[in-house]
C-alpha cells in the first residue's frame, strides 16, 4: 500500500537559544502538517525527567543499548492512527560507528481499551473540564480520580512488549513469535512431563516443630457452612485482576440473589468430591517486569489472576491453614507468625554477620541459598510428602492437591491470551493459598539442613 509519509531528523545544538529556534520551527511545520509526520534524532533536551528511564512507547520512542539513549522519535494523531504501534530496533554498524536503525510498526488493530494514543485523542473535547479541574482544591476527588486514570492508562501504554529475545539469543520483533517465546518459556518452566514418585520425608521427623494432633487434624476438614462460601466471596476485593472467566467478585456480589444458591452448590461440592473442573482452574499468567528494560522471559514475574470461584475455595483453605500454621513453622518465618514481621530477619541477619571478617571469633559459616524461580519449581510430589509428614489428614490433602494440580495456563502478552496447557509443577503467584504451601516446603528446607548437620552431611570447611 503505498503511503505517503513526513520524516525530520534533528540534531540539537548545545546552545539553549539555538534549540529555541528549533523547536519554533517545528511548532510552524506542525501547524501545515496533515501527513503522518515522525520527528527524531539527537534533540540534546528532555521534556522531563521521566525520559531519563529506558521509555518505551507508541507516542515516543527511545533507542537504548551500546550506541546510547540519545535517539528519540515523536509522531503526530495521522502516524498513530495508521501505525499505532511504533518501535526501534537497533543494526549493527558497518563501516562507521554509527548503527542503522530500523523504524518498525504494523496497522493491526490493538485492543481500544489500552490504546493511549486514541484514547487521549477522544478525549480532547473534555479539555475544559480538565483545566477547571486542575485549577480547583488538589484534594478534589474528582481531580485525583483523572489523575489515576491517566497513570493507568500511561502505565498500559508503557507495557506494551516490541521485542525480545528467544532461548537462541535471537531478538524477535513480530507479535506472534513474541508470544510463542513466552508461550514456550512457561510451558517448559510449568509443564513437562510428570512422573508420580511416592517420596517419603518421615525420616525428618525428629526435626519437626509440631504434628498435626488428631484433633487438629479433624478441625481441618469440619464440613464448610454455607456462610463461610459467602463471607468469603463478599471478602474479596472488587478491583481484582479478572480470571480468564472475565467475572469479577463485584458481579458475584450485585447478582447473589440470582446466582447465590448454584454458586454454593459448586463450591460445596468440591469440599465433597474433592474435584475441580479445569474451566474453574483456568488460570491467566499476566507478565510483571522484574528489571526497568527487559530482555528475556526471565526478566518477567509470571502473575496468577485465577477465577473467583476457584479465589473462594482457595481462601476457605487459607482460614484453616492459619489455625495451625503458626504450631508447624518457626520463629524464623516471621512473615507468617502472628505478630511477626519479615524485616525482624533482616535486623537478625545483620547481628548475625557483625563480626564475620574478625579472625579472632571462633569459625563460622553461611550458606547462601539461590531461590531464583522458587514458586515456578516446587515439585508437586515434594509438596504432598510435606502434607503428610506434618500430619494432615488425607481428605485436606487432596483439596489441596487438586487446587494445584488441575490448574491450567494461558499467557497474558500485549493484552492478548496465549496458549493454554497443563502444568507439572510449581505453585501460582497470585493463588491465595501459595504461599502457605511455600512456607511449609521453606520449613522442610531447614529441617534437611539441620537432619544434614547431625548426620555430617554438611562437615566443617576447611580454609587455605
Not at 503522518?36 to 531519563?52: I, K, R
Amino acid at each position: 500500500m503505498n503511503e505517503h509519509i513526513l520524516l525530520t531528523v534533528v540534531y540539537g545544538a548545545n546552545e539553549v537559544s539555538a534549540r529555541r529556534e528549533l523547536w519554533q520551527g517545528l511548532t510552524e511545520l506542525a501547524m501545515s502538517v496533515d501527513l503522518p509526520w515522525l520527528v527524531g534524532g539527537d534533540f540534546n533536551a528532555v521534556l522531563d525527567m521521566s525520559e531519563e528511564n529506558d521509555f518505551r512507547g507508541t507516542t515516543v520512542v527511545r533507542m537504548e543499548g551500546a550506541f546510547g539513549r540519545d535517539w528519540i522519535a515523536y509522531v503526530n494523531d495521522a502516524w498513530l492512527e495508521q501505525w499505532p504501534n511504533l518501535f526501534y530496533t537497533c543494526l549493527t554498524p558497518r563501516t562507521s560507528d554509527h548503527s542503522p536503525l530500523v523504524l518498525k510498526g504494523d496497522s493491526r488493530d490493538v485492543q481500544k481499551k489500552g490504546d493511549l494514543a486514541i484514547n487521549v485523542k477522544l478525549a480532547a473535547g473534555f479539555l475544559d473540564v480538565a483545566q477547571k479541574l486542575l485549577q480547583a482544591d488538589r484534594h478534589n476527588s474528582l481531580l485525583l480520580q483523572l489523575e489515576n486514570c491517566c497513570r493507568t492508562r500511561t502505565r498500559r501504554a508503557n507495557k506494551r512488549l516490541f521485542q525480545i529475545s528467544d532461548s537462541d539469543g535471537l531478538v524477535q520483533t513480530y507479535p506472534n513469535t513474541i508470544s510463542s517465546v513466552f508461550v514456550t518459556y512457561f510451558q517448559d518452566l510449568l509443564g513437562g512431563d510428570r512422573t508420580d514418585r511416592a517420596l517419603d520425608l518421615h525420616y525428618l521427623l525428629p526435626w519437626a516443630r509440631h504434628i498435626l494432633t488428631e484433633e487438629e487434624a479433624c478441625a481441618l476438614i469440619r464440613p464448610v457452612p454455607v456462610d463461610d462460601v459467602k463471607t468469603t466471596m463478599f471478602d474479596i476485593e472488587e478491583d481484582k485482576a479478572l480470571g480468564p472467566d472475565g467475572f469479577s467478585s463485584g458481579f458475584y456480589k450485585a447478582a447473589w440473589p440470582i446466582v447465590g444458591e448454584e454458586i454454593s452448590k459448586a463450591i460445596m461440592d468440591f469440599f465433597t468430591t474433592g474435584r475441580l473442573l479445569k474451566q474453574v482452574n483456568a488460570t491467566l499468567l499476566t507478565l510483571i517486569p522484574k528489571v526497568r528494560t527487559p530482555h528475556l522471559v526471565a526478566d518477567f514475574r509470571p502473575i496468577s489472576c485465577c477465577n473467583v470461584i476457584y479465589k473462594v475455595i482457595s481462601k476457605i483453605l487459607v482460614c484453616r491453614f492459619r489455625e495451625i500454621l503458626d504450631l508447624l513453622v518457626r520463629p524464623s518465618q516471621n512473615a507468617f507468625v502472628p505478630g511477626g514481621s519479615i524485616s525482624d530477619n533482616v535486623l537478625l541477619a545483620q547481628e548475625l554477620f557483625c563480626g564475620y571478617n574478625q579472625c579472632r571469633l571462633p569459625l563460622r559459616c553461611a550458606s547462601k541459598v539461590d531461590l531464583r524461580k522458587a514458586y515456578d519449581t516446587v515439585d508437586w510430589d515434594f509438596l504432598s510428602a510435606t502434607l503428610r509428614l506434618f500430619g494432615f489428614p488425607a481428605i485436606f490433602n487432596r483439596w489441596i492437591e487438586e487446587c494445584v494440580t488441575s490448574a491450567h495456563f494461558s499467557i497474558v502478552v500485549n493484552g492478548r491470551v496465549h496458549g493454554f496447557s497443563a502444568g507439572a509443577r510449581g505453585l501460582r503467584q497470585g493463588d491465595p493459598i501459595s504461599p502457605y504451601l511455600f512456607v511449609l516446603v521453606m520449613e522442610v528446607l531447614q529441617m534437611i539442613f539441620f537432619f544434614s548437620v547431625m548426620v555430617n552431611f554438611i562437615n566443617k570447611v576447611t580454609y587455605k
